[in-house]
């Protein structure tokens, strides 16, 4: 499951909270609304259990971006808002 980030909007750094049932190979990344992926926050196999990982947006823009979580089969996505 991949939880909304806190705080939202924010600046310059958010924290994304997700949470495994089951031990999976976990990606998350984020991408700007033209589609580009601007960071790759997490790429590794993780144990079942909850975590949370911070993006830093310093050098990007304000604007939205989309957070996009694959672990194993399941994907997801949440909606971020940066404002400088």
């Known amino acids: 499951r991949l939880s909304p980030n806190y705080p939202n ?3 310059p750094v958010t924290h994304i909270p997700f949470s495994l049932p089951r031990a999976s190979q976990v990606k998350i990344e984020i991408y700007n609304l033209l589609g580009e992926r601007v ?3 997490l790429n590794e196999r993780k144990p079942a259990g909850s975590y949370t990982v911070e993006f830093d947006s310093r050098g990007l823009p304000s604007g939205v ?3 996009r979580m694959q672990a194993g089969d399941f994907q997801s ?3 971020m ?4």
């Open 65 to 67: 971006y989309v957070g």
């Open 77 to 79: 996505y949440i909606k």
């Open 81 to 84: 808002l940066l404002l400088k």
């Open 9 to 11: 909007p924010f600046n």
């Open 39 to 41: 960071a790759v926050l």
